[in-house]
């Protein structure tokens, strides 16, 4: 509202193995056998999202959203129910979503686009790669004629010459160096080593008479030896060191090499070793194309027969639930004060346009709302409150099913909004007593204007607005017996509640129990 920083929304859910497969695919820590939400939307426009008190995003919200609870309301009821949606609902129905036919279908389909596109890839490319393959040639000839290496260590041959080359141009400055130190170390006559020398012999005698000092004679000798190796290694150094102008020519005219491949195909020995190898590939496969798409077009066809395998077998499942399901929904849907015949067709569209992860199948509900008028799609004839009864009678029959199963397949809380409109008289004491039957099973919130749907409520609340010191104010009260007795009176009678509407309200809230 106006001049507050934020709002928070929150609640807690019971958690559905959905929602802890949504939570483990963000890697968010579940919490137990609940799932807690939190979002803050900010006066700035911005928000924030937590899942289990771990800050996560509005994206995860809508993963979660319809593993713990469904939204139904008649204004989106048309547009949200399409054929897609009317798959699901059956697939849901008849325990085929998330089944081991449609994890066959999704592996079967996904191997037969892999080879598709690799088989499309290499017919759509031909004239290009026919056109690149002089260049291609040319590039791998010369790759090829550098003879490149690259060390074990992943150092590519420029770094070694790099180094190399900074000895030879500094090799007068490096030998010197090197006597230099070989001589205070080991040859001079002041030498480290005389001096340690010297300094041994007199510790030594000083050990023979006095112990202490046997520790220290000790380390004087190995850092005698120390000095040692070191001037050792200087010596050795200080020989292998080659004034060669002729081999200083050498490197610098391979690292100019060098310097021009990298400048072309990569900025690293390595990165260009890989573009030799790229290309060297391509050739190959411009050189064996014919058996090349012989291997395709065979793993092609054995894809393909797989997925019409696993697409058959979904097929069937949902034929089966389908004759279940229309049968059951439309027991459902007369019991609503309604009069229809209701069927599901599942027409299988075998050519590979129709192909899809979740097999080939295409599903529609049909109704007739009049005797004697044929089956036509439930969209197209359904009025508004038909449409939401029909709904209803789905969701119930499917929660039917799923009790009978003792499989809990859809979600546990249901929010309806507004389904009643368009509905009065003997249609909305139905969907009132439907409503009533799905919530035994799970969580069911309803918003209605109707007092004959809102007698049947197990608890009742009531939202009302008010102004105080010239704000508007909203509040939901948990209405008690006499409370929610004369709210559904009011809901009869409107304003002015009387005696008449009171006892009707009692009468009513007492048959609905």
Not at 185 to 210: F, M
Not at 416 to 426: K, N, S, Y
């Amino acid at each position: 509202r106006h001049g507050a920083e934020k709002a928070v929304v929150s609640c807690v859910f019971e958690s559905t193995a959905g929602a802890e497969a949504v939570l483990e695919a963000n890697g968010i820590d579940a919490e137990g056998a609940e799932v807690i939400l939190r979002r803050e939307i900010l006066s700035s426009g911005k928000g924030r999202v937590f899942v289990n008190n771990q800050p996560a995003t509005v994206t995860v919200l809508k993963q979660l959203a319809p593993e713990l609870a469904l939204v139904h309301a008649q204004s989106e009821t048309l547009t949200s129910f399409d054929q897609a949606q009317q798959r699901i609902l059956l697939d849901r129905f008849g325990g085929i979503f998330g089944s081991i036919s449609t994890d066959a279908s999704t592996e079967a389909y996904d191997r037969w686009r892999t080879v598709k596109e690799k088989l499309n890839e290499l017919l759509e490319g031909e004239q290009d790669r026919l056109r690149m393959v002089d260049l291609w040639s040319y590039q791998a000839k010369e790759i090829e004629a550098a003879r490149l290496a690259a060390g074990k260590d992943g150092a590519g041959e420029d770094e070694t010459l790099e180094t190399e080359k900074r000895v030879l141009a500094n090799s007068e400055r490096l030998y010197a160096a090197a006597m230099s130190a070989f001589d205070q170390l080991y040859e001079g006559g002041s030498s480290a080593e005389a001096a340690l020398r010297g300094a041994l012999r007199n510790v030594e005698e000083l050990a023979r008479y006095d112990a202490r000092f046997t520790d220290a004679a000790q380390q004087i000798a190995s850092a005698r030896a120390t000095v040692s190796d070191i001037s050792a290694t200087l010596r050795d150094y200080a020989a292998g060191i080659n004034a060669s102008p002729e081999r200083l020519a050498e490197i610098e005219d391979r690292l100019a090499l060098l310097d021009r491949l990298k400048s072309k195909y990569g900025k690293t020995v390595a990165e260009v070793i890989a573009f030799g190898e790229d290309v060297t590939r391509k050739l190959s496969e411009v050189e064996d194309r014919d058996g090349i798409l012989k291997t395709l077009r065979a793993d092609l066809d054995r894809a393909a027969e797989a997925y019409r395998a696993a697409a058959a077998a979904l097929t069937a499942e949902r034929k089966s639930a389908a004759t279940r399901l229309a049968k059951l929904a439309e027991l459902q849907i007369n019991s609503l004060a309604m009069k229809v015949r209701f069927e599901i067709a599942v027409a299988s569209g075998e050519e590979e346009t129709h192909w899809t992860a979740a097999g080939w199948d295409e599903v529609e509900y049909r109704i007739a709302t009049n005797a004697g008028e044929p089956l036509k799609p439930l969209v197209e004839i359904a009025s508004g409150g038909e449409l939401s009864r029909v709904m209803l009678a789905l969701k119930a029959a499917v929660e039917e099913n799923s009790s009978k199963t003792r499989k809990k397949i859809t979600p546990r809380t249901l929010v309806f909004d507004e389904i009643d409109i368009g509905i009065g008289g003997r249609a909305a004491e139905a969907v009132g007593q439907k409503l009533k039957a799905l919530a035994r099973a799970q969580q069911v919130l309803c918003i209605t204007h109707l007092p004959q749907i809102a007698a049947f409520a197990d608890q009742h609340l009531a939202v009302e607005k008010s102004e105080t010191q010239g704000r508007t104010t909203t509040q939901i009260r948990v209405l008690d017996d006499p409370a929610r007795m004369h709210e559904v009176a009011r809901m009869l009678s409107g304003a002015k509640v009387t005696d008449t509407s009171l006892q009707h309200a009692a009468q009513m809230i007492a048959a609905s129990r």
